[in-house]
């Protein structure tokens, strides 16, 4: 795979190692501009480890990584903004934050810490907060919320960066279905009004199947990359996962799997 700068996010024969033991080996990825990648696999497959590498907290231990054409740090440090929204944190209820407070923290990669910021900086974080559907709330606690508003809000705090690549580490996890589905249908509507790519890591196939443009399922290593229905029934996918699927689908909003593991 030759060198491609029109690609968001680019990887080839990636290779890291954790504490001397190999955790990614023969990552190969080619994300173009408004792609939504989904990546699947089992518990510690590697996943986490993944986006960590893209958002340049772990580092490559051999091959290839780059991110809009550059070294993660690099692309940092040329203002390349890359927007990460993680599983829904724990925070003390009683810590009297606001929605504003929380998203405001998104320019900070821009501003520094402990700086108010400009009007543009206030307008960027107004303009976050109204994207994600959250006007009016900016001077409430976020303790107040449901999660499903948290995590728009959380959302709202990688848009703030101007990110044109969002890395979503399950964002979902903890939600209800209807949060689940409504927070999908607003990554969708933010990649068509902004242009955004996404890469989303989940352990819920069938929902993530069901927005993704392809899924790529790792278990250390790629077991397979491409559209999201041949992936889910494929052979290298029970074989990531050591176990059997049973996919039901009564509707889309309703779809299910069930998992035989080896012995069962």
Known sequence: MSEDTSLVVETRDLEVRLDGRRVLWDIDLAIPPGRFVGIIGPNGAGKTTLLRVLLGLVPASSGVVRVFGFPPLEARRRGLRVGYVPQRPMFDPY???SVWDVVFMGRVPRIGWFRWGGADDRAQVA??????????????????????????????????SEARLLLLDEATTG??????????????????????TIVAVSHDLMELAAHADELVCINGTTHIHGNPQVVL???????????????LYADRSQAAASVHRAGE
């Open 233 to 247: 029934h494929s052979h290298e996918l029970r074989e990531a996962y050591r176990c059997e699927f049973d996919f």
């Open 175 to 196: 939600l209800d279905l209807p949060a689940q589905h409504e927070l999908y249908a607003l990554l969708q509507q933010l990649r068509r009004e902004l242009g955004l």
């Open 95 to 97: 810590f009297p934050v």
């Open 127 to 160: 303009r976050a907060i109204a994207l994600v559907g959250m006007k009016g709330h900016e001077h409430q606690r976020l303790s107040e919320l449901s999660g499903g508003e948290q995590q728009r809000v959380f959302l709202a705090r990688a848009l703030a």
